[in-house]
């Protein structure tokens, strides 16, 4: 019978314990950044919930917790949400504040600048509390629509309207709805 030398018994050991090692390590590591996102997450919805509250002083409107639920929201939907989304979303984690009061804070909103509306190609209503000057990538396909920041883009359209000097029409403000389709789902 032949008997494994010591050498050959301690390599597997000393294989075992590495990888142990480099597990825990992993874990703690995404532990680490688990920790990490949810911090930054929670700063980014404390700066927001902030620039919000200075937005509703800067209008001259008062800090009520109905507008700061609503606009909570229209910024954790995400996705350019419907009246309808962001009654459900008032339903489950605001149950306290009536269906008409979110119309009517919507609209009081709409009306002081701090929301806007963006309107699909299906012809619904769908909130926006992203205020920088911005367009819209949209998905009939999905309903997805993505703000699309282009300073340059800004610039032409500026630019090329200036040349153009429509009669009798002063331009406020454009905005472009972008039809497409979005390669990857990765919402
Ligand atoms: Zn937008």
Redesign the pocket.
Known sequence: MILPCFSDIKKPLLLAEEQIKILTFRKYLYKFVYYQMRIILFLYFFMKINEIKNKLVEKGLKITPQRLAILEAIIKLNN?PTAENIIEYIRKNHPNIATATVYKVLDALVANGLV?K?KTEKDVMRY?A?LEN?H?LYSSESDR?E?FVDTELNEMIKKYFEKKNIPNFEIEDVKLQIIGKFLKNNK
């Open positions: 350019h806007m963006v926006d992203f911005h819209h629509i703000d």
